[in-house]
């Protein structure tokens, strides 16, 4: 076996196998015989004792069967969807006789939960064999065809990065494309359009295939006392998967729901450099693709997208509407919106998002933007960070900041870079003023306010970080500030005559709202620091108020 193929299958030792066999039971099977199928969407961890194993890419319309991996004695089975839920990319089947341990799905969950060592060892090879998939015959198991300066493609191909999606791009301007629609017989009008295991989806959303995926909420029993889950987190930011990692590794069952994706703001970040324990910077979309894996492994469940609609108290409890018209009952709420991004006040520009006007500078869009002049709007490091990371990409750059100052709202150490940066060019009290372009943006006007110079500038993209409004619009009797920030603890007492504090006999605990069981978190919270450590911390912190709440109502 190649050196990727160890890590993504190591030898357990005898004791290592003892150990697993404590949590499940030893079954004969044959060879040829299916262990798990593609499309199944709840399987058992499968240990190969005696038995050897192939995974295999099943055949479809267009591509012929192909074997992924030999796995031989000794080796257990499973992927990353084990923890997350979600459907099974490829088919396993036994490839001789010989004996497999079973563990089912509550005796796995045992095992990551009372192993550390065993746990550590099987997420580690999880995330390791989904690396492979994404960049080997896996990844041609999910495939989105589509136009590469089409908004509603960029959105499938946002959402399948950030929840960890092995899945294959393909530009039906490309010959690949090409062929595939033709073999396919795919019209224009079919696009964006998904392959998977369970054939096309024409005009695909992210909803469409979240559910293919088994990504999506569907109650698993009718309302009870034990349905009722202990935090419902709205929103799958920074905060609200810190809060679902604390929650669910305490012992709370937690449920998140994610409007768009997974991550949040802090996924547009290209590089976050200044936040601890990564010394040589970590991207947003790692760092929140890691907490979603690690809420997951303590038993979190996350769906997206999903919409909560609204919130409401009910028998003690809450009841969270959703915009399918599906509800959950939590005992608390966490809200962990964030905030919505803001948008420049010009002729065009909604019809240009996605088609040149993004909000977010990761690989996916400097992909698009093939080296050409790009612009960014924003002084803070969030504009700062989506620069230099375009200009490594070989795109010219123009950052243009409203104010004088490029000090004045970035860290030093960007600015230093920005200022050193030769593919950089700044441009102080100026503003984007217009926009053209025919389908797809092509050009935009800078005006200098000192001068009132206009300049026409070559755009192929640009990439807007100028701040955003709290999402928390959606809230009914909730108390919030005069910007709509939601208003926690102490800045409740702070009102006039505590009026935003509905009276319980007590203070409202850290980080809770003016209705009792009800948090917030976050960039959504009233005098929040937006800044990535300091939503993690919150998310953390807000976890010791929600037991201290149970506490006190059970």
């Not at 950052?399 to 860290?411: A, H, I, K, P, Q």
């Not at 980080?511 to 800044?531: L, Q």
């Amino acid at each position: 076996m190649s050196d990727t193929q160890v890590a993504a299958f190591p030898e357990l030792n005898a004791e290592q196998m003892d150990r697993l066999r404590g949590y499940g039971i030893s079954e004969k099977v044959r060879g040829g015989e299916v262990l798990v199928s593609t499309g199944q969407l709840v399987y058992d961890f499968l240990v190969l004792d005696t038995a050897s194993a192939e995974i295999v890419r099943e055949a479809d319309d267009d591509q012929a069967e192909a074997v992924v991996a030999q796995v031989p004695p000794r080796r257990f089975l499973g992927e990353l969807n084990l923890i997350t839920g979600q459907a099974v990319y490829l088919t396993t089947r036994a490839t001789a006789d010989g004996e497999i341990i079973r563990i089912d799905p509550a005796n796995f969950r045992r095992l990551m939960a009372e192993d550390t060592a065993l746990s550590d060892l099987i997420l580690r090879t999880f995330l390791q064999r989904r690396h492979e998939l994404q960049t080997g015959e896996g990844a041609l198991s999910v495939r989105i065809l589509g136009s590469g300066q089409s908004r509603e493609s960029l959105a499938l191909r946002t959402w399948a990065v950030r929840s960890r999606i092995a899945h294959t791009w393909i530009d039906i301007d490309s010959e690949s494309g090409r062929t595939l629609a033709q073999s396919l017989d795919i019209s224009p009008g079919q696009l964006p359009i998904v392959a998977t295991h369970t054939g096309l989806i024409s005009n695909a959303t992210t909803a469409l295939l979240a559910q293919a995926m088994n990504l999506t909420y569907a109650p698993s029993a009718p309302a009870s006392t034990e349905s009722i889950v202990d935090i419902v987190v709205v929103g799958a930011g920074p905060a609200g998967l810190a809060a679902a990692v604390y929650g669910a590794s305490e012992g709370l069952r937690t449920m998140v729901f994610e409007a768009v994706a997974v991550g949040g703001q802090a996924s547009a970040s290209s590089r976050i450099e200044n936040y601890l324990g990564f010394e040589s910077g970590i991207s947003g979309t790692e760092l929140t693709g890691r907490a979603m894996v690690q809420a997951q492994k303590f038993g979190a469940r996350i769906a997206s997208p999903c919409i909560v609609e609204s919130v409401h108290p009910i028998d003690g409890t809450f009841e969270v509407s959703l915009s399918d018209h599906t509800t959950v009952r939590a005992r608390t709420v966490v809200v962990a919106t964030g905030a919505r991004f803001r948008t420049l006040n010009l002729p065009r520009w909604h019809e240009l998002e996605g088609r040149g006007i993004f909000y977010a500078a990761t690989e996916a869009e400097a992909r698009l933007c093939e080296g050409g002049p790009v612009a960014v709007v924003g002084g803070a490091n969030s504009a700062g960070q989506a620069a230099l990371f375009l200009a490594n990409h070989g795109c010219p750059v123009a950052l243009v900041v409203r104010s004088n100052d490029l000090y004045g709202g970035m860290s030093a150490y960007l600015a230093h870079r920005i200022e050193a940066d030769s593919r950089i060019q700044v441009r102080l009290e100026s503003e984007v003023t217009a926009l053209t372009g025919d389908r797809n943006l092509a050009g935009i006007a800078v005006t200098d306010h000192r001068t009132n110079h206009v300049d026409a500038l070559d755009c192929s993209a640009l990439f807007c970080f100028i701040g955003a409004d709290p999402a928390s619009s959606w809230l009914d009797g909730i108390q919030l500030d005069a910007e709509g920030f939601i208003l926690t603890d102490s800045a409740l007492l702070a009102r006039e005559n505590s009026a935003g504090w509905n009276p319980v006999d007590r203070v409202p605990l850290p980080f809770e709202t003016s209705e009792p069981g009800i948090f917030a978190i976050g960039d959504v919270r009233a005098g929040s620091m937006k800044r990535v450590a300091a939503a993690v911390g919150d998310g953390a912190s807000c976890v010791r108020s929600i037991h201290q709440y149970l506490g006190l109502t059970s």
